[in-house]
């Protein structure tokens, strides 16, 4: 049973650009969440996804940033006009029953923004 | 808001010893989890260990434990017999529990452990 994929695992993108980070959950996991690490700090919520729905966006900047997880397919999180503060690694977590349900982590993209 | 705080930066400890790493919370909520999370070079996050708020049992993995105390709002984590893939940054986590608020973690700052030969 693989675990929660990440792709890329890596991605540089310059200034003003977009980048498009990929999530496919564990096989089963219908509930999806995205974190954020920045350099020498813990991970810091972004986002929680269901099939098709956003759950709870509170962690989420205001502009740029969005986030879905359709019927079929990966959960993507795009960054619209990077800036150079985007740079960080970002995590995915699934889990199956949602509540309660432990989290599988992903390895993470490590964005750089040039 | 909950805050999350590790107060030691580094650690280290020798091979085969045991090491406590230090995490204290604040919350206003009386019922929630508690985490303890591995990331190793390879960046994964690893779940250590998972402790309830509710149940006064401290919680264990193998060579891993807990010391939750609710009053205190503390929640250190001891490893025996260190090995040396034990070395990573551990974070503390919390969550509140209910609802949706279960995978919405919030991480402390993190501890780098080292364990020597």
């Known amino acids: 049973n693989a675990g929660v994929m990440q792709n890329p695992r890596h991605l540089v993108r310059r200034r003003g650009q977009e980048a498009r980070l990929r999530c496919s959950p564990m096989?089963?996991?219908?509930?999806v969440y995205w974190y954020r690490q920045l350099p020498e700090e813990g991970l810091k919520f972004m986002v929680y996804?269901?099939?098709?729905?956003?759950?709870?966006e509170s962690g989420m900047p205001k502009e740029r940033f969005s986030a879905e997880f359709p019927k079929e397919g990966p959960s993507i999180l795009r960054i619209q006009q990077v800036v150079r503060g985007d740079s960080a690694a970002y995590f995915c977590?699934?889990?199956?029953?949602?509540?309660?349900?432990?989290?599988?982590f992903g390895n993470g993209t490590r964005l750089t923004v040039t | 808001a909950q805050t999350v705080t590790q107060s030691q930066p580094e650690m280290s400890v020798q091979e085969a010893e045991t090491v406590t790493l230090s995490c204290t919370y604040d919350t206003s909520e009386s019922n929630y989890y508690l985490f303890w999370y591995k990331q190793p070079p390879s960046r994964q996050m690893i779940l250590v260990i998972r402790q309830e708020a509710y149940k006064q049992q401290n919680a264990t993995e193998n060579r891993f434990s807990v010391n939750f105390q609710k009053a205190a709002k503390s929640f250190s984590l001891k490893i025996s017999d260190s090995q040396l893939g034990d070395t990573a940054m551990y974070f503390c986590a919390f969550s509140q529990a209910g609802g949706t608020s279960y995978g919405k973690l919030t991480f402390g700052q993190g501890t780098i452990l080292t364990v020597h030969p």
């Open positions: 096989k089963g996991h219908s509930h």
């Open positions: 996804l269901q099939k098709e729905n956003i759950i709870d």
């Open positions: 977590a699934s889990s199956d029953r949602g509540p309660y349900s432990p989290l599988h």
